[in-house]
């Protein structure tokens, strides 16, 4: 992104008036010193001189239309008294854009490069950029750079510049853990030669007594100036002033010698919000996420939004000190939480209210996953329906009386159960039918063979479309009815109910058999017989004509096979049946089923 190719039309609309005491420096040998985690506000006015020599770019910024790298700029350095993680948040109107670099050095003639720089333009209107986490909980803002990690001694000088077509000021706040651990002493004020010390914010409502003690004074002078100039206060002459209102303060101290003393100071007193009570939220949805900027306006009621910084916290602690904020895109907790609400004053975060709180109850809809239909076996017996275990604070209410997760059933019906999650005063619920259906036991009609084919296939029928499982042999069971590639010889189908109520078994034979033939001694399917009985043990094949007498008699010595004839006589063309037994593996004669057991003879 590349800003500085811009037309800009500065219009200075800043806190306090440029006067010559006003707390300003365009200038780094002019730097204002800050120190402990006092709020600075500010504004800018045009460059001054050229900081950097004529240079093109420091760090993240480069050169603008002004010619310089700056173009509206404040200095400001600070001297760290203790070690650990240090920022800064510098705060603005969102339709703003600042731009900040941050060296280590303590001195301006030697500024090398910035240790922090941010330069990202302000096209999402954030209303803060610096070093460390923005103060609203906004994860996704670019313009802020990583915290920095301090020791006692080091010295930076702070460059914040104005590329925008408006200009209405900034403030500085310092942030980090230094100031949890080392609340009076992270910044150290040694740094700030002035009898006044460093600009001071306060809250309405606070007294702020200025203290210019000098040993050898011998007359005090108090002068104010809230935008119109200085002008004297008259009556005041003690060594000490007790200010309520925003101004820039000067003192001067005559001295028994005559080296007398002027000091200023900028004193800005901020609101002190009050915030609006928060109603409490909750949702069945079980959403993960929850996004806490859509309460800001309720915090808000009527006040300014862009005056005032809205952010959330676990605790009340944090709350208190404004550390560990919630990101506003917030990753929920299960069951009741407690949010507490900050509201600070943008320009002086130190005045801020807490008061309020609400509860986010983030409640999941029972999710219900067990099965909606069971089987109960002809032959009595029962079944278990619903959910084996109860999960807390879930209520369990079924529609025939029973108040448990699952229970058995022995009698066919639906039965809907209700379960409720209760908590915090909060209940989603969700309900499921079970259909308990009886189930009989699997029964096989008929099996069709399609035998001594290319590719043998064998059919079994039931007497029900039920969600039976079929095995051949010793195969693993399919859901198919048919089995392909059946190779000649004994087989035992199996039909299962895989709800557990029972199986049935058949064996089967497959062989093959010409379904006519022609026995005109042309030497062409001269003879019927059974093809493939060779696979089985001490096969029998019994041929009849339709009124069931006994034709002929096919044993292991007949390979040949029937002739067509009786008695040496030919029979009639029509069609003939037959039966095939053979011996099974108990040793006992079975007769083969399931054979589409009738020829014709053709002549």
């Known amino acids: 992104m590349n800003k500085r190719l811009g037309t800009f039309l500065i219009v200075l609309v800043y806190f306090w008036s440029s006067t010559a005491f006003a707390q300003i420096a365009p200038d780094c040998v002019n730097a204002i010193a800050i120190c402990n985690n006092t709020p600075v506000n500010g504004g800018t006015n045009g ?10 770019t420091t760090g993240c910024l480069e050169r603008s239309l002004s010619g310089a790298i700056e173009s509206n700029s404040a200095w400001y350095r600070f001297r760290t008294g203790a070690s650990g993680q240090l920022g800064f948040n510098i705060g603005f109107d969102t339709s703003e854009d600042w731009d900040f670099a941050l060296y280590r050095t303590d001195d301006c003639a030697d500024l090398g490069e910035p240790v922090r720089c941010n330069f990202f333009d302000n096209t999402e209107e954030n209303s803060f950029v610096g070093v460390g986490e923005d103060p609203t909980g906004n994860s996704d803002n670019f313009q802020y750079e990583d915290w920095l990690q301090v020791s006692p001694g080091e010295e930076y000088y702070l460059l914040i510049n104005n590329f925008s077509s408006t200009n209405t000021g900034f403030s500085i706040q310092f942030s980090g853990a230094i100031f949890t651990t080392d609340p009076y002493t992270a910044l150290d004020c040694s740094i700030v030669n002035n009898l006044l010390g460093p600009p001071i914010t306060a809250c309405f409502g606070d007294n ?69 009570p928060v109603s409490d939220d909750a ?19 009527s ?23 919630l990101p506003k895109d917030y990753g929920t907790q299960a069951g009741a939480e407690t949010i507490y609400v900050r509201l600070s004053s943008l320009n002086n975060p130190n ?29 009595g017996g029962s079944v278990f329906i619903g959910e084996a275990n109860a999960l807390p604070n879930y209520n369990y209410s079924w ?9 058995d059933v022995s009698v066919p019906g639906a039965y809907t159960v209700t379960v409720t999650n209760t908590q915090g005063g909060l209940s989603c619920e969700s309900a499921r039918t079970v259909t308990v259906v009886e189930s009989n036991p699997p029964m096989i009609l ?23 499982e079929y095995r051949l042999d010793d195969e693993v069971f399919q859901s198919e009815n048919t089995f392909y590639n059946v190779a000649p010889g004994i087989h035992t189908i199996t039909v299962n109910d895989p709800r557990g109520c029972g199986a049935v078994t058949e064996d089967i034979v497959v062989v093959g058999f010409p379904k006519f033939f022609t026995p005109n001694l042309d030497g062409s399917n001269d003879n019927w017989h059974i093809v493939g009985i060779e696979n089985l043990q001490s096969p029998k094949v019994y041929i009849f004509d339709r009124y069931g007498k006994l034709l002929r008699y096919l044993g292991e010595s007949d390979p040949q096979g029937w002739d067509g004839t009786l008695n040496g006589k030919p029979l009639p063309e029509t069609d003939y049946w037959f039966k095939l037994t053979y011996v099974g593996a108990n040793g006992l004669e079975r007769t083969a089923k399931y054979i589409n057991n009738h020829f014709a003879l053709k002549r």
């Open 208 to 276: 702020v007594t200025l203290d210019a003690t000098t040993t050898d004074a011998t007359m005090y002078k108090w002068f104010e100036d809230t935008g119109s100039g200085m002008t004297e206060i008259l009556g005041e002459t003690s060594p000490t002033l007790i200010v309520t209102n925003s101004a820039t303060y000067a003192v001067e101290v005559i001295t028994v010698t005559n080296a007398n003393i002027t000091s200023n100071v900028q004193v800005v007193f901020s609101e002190v919000p009050s915030a609006f």
């Open 446 to 468: 008929d099996i069709e063979i399609n035998d001594l084919q290319s590719s043998n296939t064998v059919t079994i029928i039931t007497n029900t479309e039920s969600e039976w």
């Open 283 to 301: 949702s069945c949805s079980g959403l993960d996420r929850y996004d806490l900027s859509q309460k800001d306006s309720e915090v808000l009621g």
């Open 303 to 325: 006040q300014d939004p862009s005056q005032y910084i809205v952010s959330y916290y676990r605790s009340l602690s944090d709350a208190n000190s404004g550390t560990n904020a």
């Open 351 to 379: 005045c801020f209210d807490v008061s309020e709180r609400f509860d986010l109850i983030n409640l999941e809809t029972p999710v219900l996953d067990f099965p909606s239909e069971a089987f109960l076996c002809e032959n």
């Open 399 to 407: 529609d025939s009386g029973q108040t448990s997760p699952g229970f």
């Open 47 to 56: 460059f001054g001189m050229d900081d950097f020599g004529g240079d093109a």
